[in-house]
């Protein structure tokens, strides 16, 4: 837990200044590099894909692809030569990755890549590994279960959208008419994003809904190119500032960390950190939180004297008849601090200035049941793990065995400050 923390604070420094990392514009190719192509220039690109790690997208363009957002195009042989082996490689039609594996097609056929090796048998025809799923593909991306229904691939061909689940290896075919005609999509951040020309447009995986101002110019977002870009060169926050607001880990395991008005998402370290407004996960809440915790399969959204419920589905669904008062849902009354619920119990410890009370959440009316004295008055944010507890105030985090041990300890533990080394603050 201490290591997911420190990775959490790294990303939650990078978000707070509302720009990309510093960096150089891309380089134009050299001279003797002529034929090489620019992505600076507009260009549209085949597919678009994370590589095996999680971290960095793959770009494919013709024969050649980019390995991140930043520098030249190389030759697609040069990371896939098996494909030259077997097509002499022209272009991708379609890339996505999923379980570690990336998944090519070309024309009628797939290859599957694991631990940057071609898959033995491979490559097959689209029909053995999708069937149901047409050739000649414009672009697929994958939908894990938790952001579609079950684990999905949709693949996009014209005006259709072939969703495949990958469990019943079954076909859904649909049209999303609002949707432009995608050349490459791409999932990034838990969020989803058709290509087509040299612009992009974000989209529900599920409904195939745009919701927000698009199409955008993917030179602004996913490139560094001279004259583009929505941030800028930034200076970190000093870690004596640095202030969350609440923390949690719902029954999938993934962490929510919020500070004001957005919040973080982290399914494993692997994947990174990525901030976004709170209003995209849970559009109801529009004003920040002042404590958040997960039960039974629902996430709990706590601001001022209202409580908002969500359904932990594909997406967060409010629950008909929220938000509803915290005397009403929780016999609380008054402002939280934080509030946090150990794993596989059902007593959430709601702290409030001097007091921590204890609420069982499996009880009807649901009611105090245990007030006690809080020996550190005026937490921020609280997370119970299997480390024990964490309590934030301020830019320093304090940790105890458990909540009987933070209720009863005469004597705070040595405060733990946020450092230059954790999250990438000034200190």
């Not at 098996?82 to 990336?102: C, K, N, Q, S, T």
């Not at 982290?266 to 990174?272: A, M």
Request: aromatic content about 12%.
């Amino acid at each position: 837990m201490e290591l997911i923390t420190r990775t959490l604070l790294l990303g939650l420094a990078l978000s707070l200044t509302n720009a990309a990392p510093a960096h150089q514009d891309e380089p134009a190719p050299k001279d003797g590099d002529a034929a090489l192509p620019d992505r600076c220039e507009g260009i549209e690109f085949d597919a678009i894909t994370l590589d095996e790690s999680g971290k960095n997208p793959f770009f494919f363009k013709d024969g050649y692809l980019w390995n991140g957002f930043y520098g030249p195009a190389k030759p697609s042989t040069m990371f896939f030569k098996e494909l030259d082996e077997h097509h002499h490689l022209g272009h991708v039609d379609a890339a996505f990755r999923m379980h570690d594996h990336i998944f090519l097609f070309l024309d009628d056929h797939v290859f599957s890549y694991y631990n940057h090796t071609l898959e033995t048998g491979y490559p097959k025809t689209i029909q053995e590994v999708f069937r149901g799923v047409p050739t000649h593909l414009d672009a697929a991306v994958e939908c894990p279960q938790g952001e579609c229904i079950t684990d999905s691939v949709l693949f996009f061909k014209g005006q259709d959208v072939y969703v495949y689940d990958i469990v019943t290896k079954t076909v859904k075919t649909k049209a999303w008419a609002r949707l432009p005609l995608c050349t490459s999509a791409f999932r990034w951040a838990e969020h989803y994003y058709c290509f087509h020309g040299h612009n992009f447009t974000r989209f529900n995986p599920i409904s195939g809904v745009v919701n927000g101002t698009y199409p955008k110019d993917a030179r602004n977002y996913f490139m560094t190119c001279k004259n583009f870009g929505h941030g800028g060169d930034h200076k970190a926050p000093k870690c004596s500032e640095v202030k969350l607001d609440a923390i949690t880990t719902d029954d999938r395991g993934r962490i929510y960390l919020f500070t004001g008005l957005n919040y973080m998402r982290v399914d494993n370290r692997r994947n990174g950190l990525h901030a976004f407004p709170i209003t995209r996960g849970w559009k109801e809440v529009t004003n920040g939180v002042d404590a958040v915790f997960s039960y039974t399969d629902k996430m709990y959204l706590i601001k001022d004297d209202q409580v908002y419920i969500y359904k932990t589905d594909a997406h967060y669904v409010l629950i008909e008849g929220y938000p509803k008062s915290l005397r009403e849902e929780l016999g609380i009354e008054g402002t939280v601090d934080a509030a946090f619920l150990c794993p596989n119990e059902h007593t959430v410890h709601i702290l409030q200035g001097h007091r921590i009370r204890d609420v069982d959440l499996s009880a009807t009316p649901r009611v105090i049941n245990r007030e006690i004295p809080l020996p550190l008055p005026d937490i921020d944010a609280g997370l119970c793990g299997p480390d024990g507890i964490k309590v934030f105030k301020g830019s320093q985090y304090y940790l105890y065995e458990s909540p009987m041990v933070l209720a009863t300890s005469k004597i705070a533990p040595v405060p733990q400050n946020i450092t230059s080394g954790m999250m990438g603050c000034e200190d």
